[in-house]
């Protein structure tokens, strides 16, 4: 069985500040992870994704997320948030073998100037 | 390039009535999704279809959800009789190929179920 843990529900940041969005998972095999977003009444939409090779992927918007297997994370950063980062982030993983994808509860980033 | 379409995009009734959403994915993409979103909670996947096929239903509450996907290009997600705990937002996604090689679903913009 695979599950995500996002520890945090909210993350409060002033504009252009750095932000760090934390995810663990679990697994007991080799793992595929993703990062969504969410804008209020919108579908989500991939942020960027680790399949396999480098441990540090860059996505869309300045994004980037690392994969550590040691501590089973896979935490999403930006340096300089903007207000248009107000949104729902979701943590997902996808077990090798298996396609489907199970979501993290989500954190809401909250930008304000 | 048309993305995913749900309708309706709102939807209010009364517990014990039925209701019915419709997703029309991306033109060629095999697989469909379909989420619940409860507020406060990540999506849970209800049933995957590949083609017409059924791959994934096991959290799918059948004695009151069911769905189909006739001719292998837009689906319907029923709910009879609703329940309180019904009300969510409905997801439908799309993907074009098995999820391990490429990893990226596309999700249309849901369908809110608020059931009184």
């Known amino acids: 069985a695979q599950s995500v843990t996002q520890l945090d529900s909210q993350v409060p940041v002033f504009e252009e500040a750095p932000v760090e969005l934390r995810c663990n998972y679990s697994?007991?095999?080799?793992?595929?992870l993703f990062w969504y977003v969410q804008y209020p009444n919108q579908g989500l939409q991939l942020l960027l994704k680790y399949l396999s090779g480098s441990t540090l992927v860059k996505g869309i918007n300045g994004f980037e997320a690392e994969f550590n297997k040691s501590q089973t994370s896979f935490h999403l950063r930006k340096p300089s948030v903007h207000i248009s980062d107000t949104a729902e982030y979701f943590c997902a993983v996808s077990s090798s073998g298996y396609s489907t994808l199970t979501f993290g509860k989500g954190t809401m980033l909250l930008v304000s100037p | 390039e048309a993305g995913v379409a749900q309708s309706p995009r709102y939807k209010i009734i009364e517990k014990r009535q039925s209701v019915a959403f419709w997703c029309n994915p991306i033109s060629g993409h095999a697989t469909l999704y379909w989420y619940q979103q409860i507020l406060g909670q990540g999506p849970k996947l209800l049933i995957q279809?590949?083609?017409?096929?059924?791959?994934?239903d096991s959290q799918l509450p059948k004695d009151r959800f069911s769905a189909e996907r006739l001719k292998g290009v837009d689906s319907t997600l029923k709910i009879q009789p609703a329940k309180l705990e019904d009300s969510a937002v409905y997801l439908c996604?799309?993907?074009?190929?098995?999820?391990?090689?490429?990893?990226?679903?596309?999700f249309g913009e849901g369908s809110r179920l608020t059931v009184l």
């Open positions: 279809f590949q083609n017409n096929g059924v791959v994934d």
């Open positions: 996604a799309s993907s074009s190929r098995d999820l391990g090689f490429l990893g990226e679903l596309f």
């Open positions: 697994s007991s095999v080799s793992v595929y």
